[in-house]
């Protein structure tokens, strides 16, 4: 009855066309930052205005010729998103998965079915996550805390001219508070079921007349799900959770045409492995593994292995950025960065005491980043050209692995060099039509090398070199003030690279080829009166050679196969926006449709055929949240709302078989709040995943070994109780 009724709800939001996820409308804002991005300002309650920087100039988001939701800080904290995992509860074509190593900290993202499903260095995220212009080119550590951010937008679809490397899929941007020269104090702790407890500070100050600065902490700490059964002793808990983290901001303005920002943020994160569930489906399969090895509980896990439980994630970054108005009509902006992650984790794949397969693991990733973008705008055209470079080095050790019960080493190292050079202008046709478009020319080089005691040794290295063109094309036509139209051609590109872990020794340890998008789409945003406003998108996105992966347990080990499909398509529709029923009831929602398939494999290719839908690609989303806002006569103002999810049933591989199906899931929250202005304090009563939803997250089909490896949801029913002070 409770899933029936969620998904009926769910399934209106085609009605109501909700939520602009671009922010609830009364609370949407934006303030220049460094692309990709949405730029926002504070909106007044039922204000609908929004700037964006999407691409990499400031407009209004009806203007902008892109799928684009966004979200302020305030709106992730009432719809229950603490992290970028929580996120695929509001976006549209949204897939946030955390396989990686058994490491909470690791974010996997895929948009409109693309992204990729590993963590190891030899591998690209397939969608980009950026902090404040800087791109973060792993996905361990991607699972950021959204305590105390100004807002996060997403752009769906593929982002190669002006976004940066790998957004094949789309981009990420989190964007944080920046100092200004108003003094402002703001203290935000909860304490809730399974001792989650997490505070967090924001504090902004004016040295000077002409330089500010800000401080950000947070921590969060919670209570694991269950215990490991076979390690008597160990006290973290499965799904623990230990994290602390900060930002210190310093923006210097000299001049009114000039500004410089310093930002230095880092991370201390120690966890539980993530949770497992192991089921058997080939009880002659050669890793012995029975049903009455497993732990009888599934929150339980059955490692005997000591390195397994305890995981943790560093992450320590630095940005420099100068912005420079040059004169009434040009700006120079330069952003220069340096960030180092490391992290230890591990998975034990048959979950039990018996020693068949166990991986612990650390790694590390340093990498460098340089931009320069020059803007324009002249009367009826506007322009922005610059120059990119990214440079990262990193690796990942398993040196002390265990597989058929034999010890084994693990290693591989890779350094990567990209830089690009594009240039994006838009022209107003008429004083209602604009076209837009622009080039991109990127240079990837990778240099590899792996080492594996049983089938790769001694160690092989690897030199590839790739370069592409990539374009975008764009006319957007205003219906009237409030509403637009717009149609779009993108061309987008992802580099080759190198099979993630090559047990099939060096003849298996060679490239696969670039990916190439080329993705149609036409859309309908803005706003009907003062009743609605939305945001709407029909898209059909062709892929040549779209690297797709394919595990498997062999008598080598565990062997990922990356391979290029040959041709895959995606075709679907997304719409979102903010119904206002009366003064004080409102809806929000979002629903998505994508379906996608490979269309054409390539000679060679291993345990992917035609018709296959890639890995992690759900055909339907949706959310829906309705919303009371009661002012009080005090002045006070009184909040409720409940907000469902729903994604429909994926796999967890491209290879698609009944052994890695992934079932449907249903998730609800609720938040009440009283805001009390002349106080400023804000109340709060709130419960996440309340219904207690557990689901697979990433699902591994192992069948000669005999099971199936599933990773699960982390986000356990929570209640509990919040209070936000700013002084």
């Not at 590390?364 to 990214?390: H, I, K, M």
């Not at 590899?448 to 790769?456: E, Q, R, T, V």
């Not at 690297?547 to 347990?553: D, E, K």
């Amino acid at each position: 009855m409770r899933k029936s009724w969620i998904f009926s709800s769910a399934s209106m939001a085609s009605i109501f066309l909700s939520i602009s996820s671009q922010a609830s409308a009364r609370d949407a804002a934006v303030d220049a930052q460094a692309a990709p991005a949405l730029d926002s300002a504070p909106a007044a309650p039922g204000g609908n205005d929004i700037v964006v920087t999407a691409r990499k100039r400031k407009e209004s988001i009806i203007d902008t010729p892109l799928a684009v939701s966004a979200f302020t800080g305030d709106t992730l904290r009432e719809r229950g998103v603490p992290s970028i995992h929580e996120l695929d509860t509001l976006v549209p074509s949204l897939t946030v998965s955390n396989f990686g190593a058994g490491n909470v900290s690791d974010a996997t993202l895929f948009i409109r079915g693309i992204g990729t499903a590993d963590h190891l260095i030899l591998t690209d995220p397939g969608v980009g996550v950026y902090v404040d212009g800087v791109y973060l080119g792993r996905s361990m550590g991607a699972n950021l805390d959204l305590a105390n951010v100004d807002h996060v937008e997403v752009l769906r679809g593929p982002q190669g001219t002006l976004s940066g490397r790998n957004t094949l899929g789309g981009a990420v941007n989190v964007v944080t508070h920046e100092p200004d020269d108003k003094e402002h104090y703001e203290f935000t702790g909860s304490i809730a079921t399974r001792m989650m407890t997490t505070a967090s500070f924001y504090g902004n100050t004016p040295i000077t007349d002409t330089l500010a600065v800000s401080l950000t902490g947070s921590y969060q700490h919670r209570n694991g799900i269950g215990s490991f059964i076979n390690l008597p002793g160990e006290t973290t808990g499965v799904g623990q959770i230990d994290k602390f983290g900060g930002r210190f901001a310093a923006k210097w303005t000299p001049s009114n045409t000039v500004s410089v920002l310093l930002a230095v943020d880092g991370s201390d994160g120690h966890y539980g492995m993530s949770p497992m569930k192991n089921t058997i489906i080939n009880p002659a399969g050669f890793s012995g593994l029975t049903q009455a090895a497993l732990p009888a509980s599934e929150n339980d896990n059955g490692t005997e292995n000591r390195e397994i439980p305890r995981t943790s994630s560093r992450d320590l970054g630095v940005s420099l950025t100068s912005t420079i108005r040059l004169d009434d009509h040009l700006s120079l902006k330069v952003i220069g960065s340096e960030r180092y992650s490391a992290y230890n984790g591990g998975l034990d794949d048959d979950n039990s005491a018996i020693g068949f397969s166990e991986y612990p693991e650390t790694g590390y990733a340093r990498q460098y980043t340089a931009e320069g973008t020059l803007s324009g705008e002249y009367g009826r055209f506007n322009f922005v050209a610059g120059g990119y470079f990214f440079h990262e080095t990193g690796d990942a050790n398993q040196p002390d692995y265990v597989y058929l019960n034999s010890p084994g080493n693990f290693y591989i190292h890779q350094k990567t060099r990209s830089y690009a050079f594009y240039a994006h202008g838009g022209y107003k046709l008429t004083d209602r039509l604009t076209l837009s478009g622009g080039l991109r020319y990127t240079d990837d080089h990778k240099n590899a090398y792996a080492y594996i005691a049983c089938c790769l040794s001694p160690g092989v290295t690897r030199d590839n070199s790739w370069n592409a063109v990539t374009w975008d094309a764009a006319l957007d036509y205003k219906l009237n003030h409030d509403l637009a139209a717009y149609a779009t051609v993108q061309r987008g590109y992802e580099s080759g690279g190198y099979p993630a872990r090559p047990y099939g020794g060096a003849a298996q340890f060679v490239a696969y080829n670039p990916t190439y998008a080329t993705n149609y789409e036409v859309g309908l945003k803005g706003k009907v009166g003062s009743l609605l406003t939305f945001s709407s998108a029909l898209f059909y996105t062709q892929y040549k050679d779209l690297a797709l992966q394919y595990s498997q347990t062999t008598s080598s080990g565990y062997l990922t196969i990356t391979a290029n499909a040959g041709r895959s398509r995606t075709w679907g529709a997304e719409l979102e926006g903010t119904l206002k029923l009366t003064d004080i009831l409102s809806v929000t929602s979002s629903v998505s449709y994508n379906n996608a398939e490979v269309t054409q494999v390539d000679a060679g290719v291993v345990g992917i055929v035609k018709g296959d839908i890639p890995q992690l690609t759900p055909r339907w989303t949706a959310a829906l949240g309705p919303q009371l806002r009661i002012p009080l006569a005090s002045g006070s103002i009184l909040t409720a709302r409940i907000d469902q999810s729903y994604r429909s049933s994926m796999y967890g591989q491209s290879s698609n078989n009944g052994w890695n199906y992934i079932k449907p899931r249903y998730l609800t929250n609720f938040d009440i709040s009283l805001r009390l202005p002349r106080k400023q304090v804000t109340l709060s009563i709130y419960g996440t995943n309340i219904f207690n939803e557990v689901y697979d997250t990433a699902r591994i089909d192992q069948y000669d070994a005999g099971f199936i490896e599933a990773i699960r949801s982390n986000d356990r029913s929570e209640f509990g109780a919040r209070i936000k002070k700013a002084f």
